[in-house]
């Protein structure tokens, strides 16, 4: 069998899904790829991708498109006759919180697993980017910070995906709840997540963020340490001042 040649294959896949499967096939497992290529469907951005991907139901894919670009698209489907070497149920309702520790995204540990370690202390959390920067996560971050005030060793960024979610945050009250809490609200952008602006960190500090990439020296100094995890758990370990479940906020 031919070897597996990353690059070529995310060099394909950007432009032809169809191309790009084709270097897998022949028995190769994804988990040679997945953890790279999930974190990147989640930073592209691109109204495309719900036609690539399955990630949403396709009814939800389709409104999407048609409410966001007029362009037309192509929907890729499998065959109705399509075999399958494994078919894997997850139940999302007993998926618990999931942080990814450094410096790998599929390096994930359970809240709970957190829960029995020394407490993980943090000096940064980043909510938003173009990663969980919707306007459902704007709320879910919200909810949590409402009445309550960041850690006073941790600085939080606030960062809406779009002009449009920044103005509805306004509109609904949000910005003030992030500011009453303590946190600083920028405008849509990749902010620190590239690393070159926007809190960038120093050696030896500690990000959670929202964002996707957890990769050494991404957020600054290379031997600062960043985990990835959803709004409620960054809102919560931001008020906590450290790695913290939101399903406790106010324990601590």
């Known amino acids: 069998m031919e070897p597996f040649h990353l690059q070529r294959f995310l060099d394909a896949h950007l432009r032809d899904f169809p191309a790009a499967l084709a270097e897998i096939k022949g028995g190769r497992k994804l988990s040679h790829w997945m953890w790279y290529i999930f974190p990147q469907i989640a930073g592209l951005g691109r109204t495309e991708i719900s036609s690539y991907y399955a990630i949403s139901s396709l009814e939800e894919a389709k409104a999407y498109m048609e409410e966001h670009s007029k362009k037309e698209y192509k929907i890729y489907e499998a065959d109705a006759d399509a ?13 618990r919180p999931t942080v990814a520790f ?12 957190i829960e029995a370690m020394e407490p993980i202390w943090i000096n940064q959390v980043v909510i938003g980017s173009c990663t969980n920067g919707r306007m459902e996560d704007m709320r879910k971050a919200a909810a949590i910070l409402k009445g309550r005030t960041v850690h006073q060793d941790v600085r939080v960024m606030v960062i809406p995906a779009t002009q449009k979610i920044y103005k509805q945050c306004i509109a609904e009250g949000l910005v003030d709840i992030f500011i009453d809490a303590g946190c600083a609200v920028n405008t849509p952008s990749c ?9 960038v960190m120093a050696a030896g500090e500690k990000c959670v963020s929202t964002t996707n990439r957890n990769f050494v020296g991404r957020m600054g100094h290379v031997d600062s340490l960043i985990y990835l995890a959803s709004p409620e758990v960054a809102a919560a370990s931001a ?6 479940n939101p399903e406790k906020v106010g324990d601590r």
């Open 191 to 199: 902010g620190p997540c590239m690393g070159g602006h926007m809190g």
């Open 102 to 113: 450094p410096h790998l995204p599929g390096n994930a540990k359970t809240i709970d697993e």
């Open 239 to 244: 008020i906590a001042g450290c790695i913290a």
């Open 83 to 95: 075999e399958y070497d494994e078919v894997v149920e997850i139940d999302l309702a007993q998926v």
